[in-house]
């Protein structure tokens, strides 16, 4: 895992989003539920269920809906609602993927 890297890939999305305030809405960052739901399949879930230090936040609502996804399954309403509060961290969480390179391999 790249640390740094899924830091600063973090840090550039949160600038990207800070004028719109504390809380973003989620069409500010998606198009379409589909996209987010794209990106809940790209989301790499590590063994210990724990998101790197400094990253994103919500890790246990977004790794959960992540392995749902990826299993296939349908995404509930009440879950749908609350990746869309999450929408800003789920983007950072899939953003992120390419620093655990070393970690998929292993």
Do not use: H
Request: hydrophobic fraction near 35%; proline fraction near 2%; include cysteine.
């Amino acid at each position: 895992m790249n640390i740094r890297k899924a830091q600063t890939i973090c840090r550039k999305i949160d600038a990207q989003y800070e004028r719109l305030g504390e809380s973003v809405a989620w069409e500010d960052v998606y198009d379409s539920e589909q996209e987010m739901i794209d990106d809940l399949k790209k989301v790499y879930i590590p063994k210990n269920r724990v998101a790197p230090t400094l990253t994103f936040k919500g890790y246990e609502y977004i790794y959960s809906f992540a392995y749902y996804v990826q299993k296939g399954w349908t995404l509930s309403d009440k879950q749908l609602r609350q990746c869309k509060r999450l929408a800003k961290e789920i983007k950072k969480a899939s953003a992120i993927v390419e620093c655990y390179a070393s970690d998929k391999e292993k």
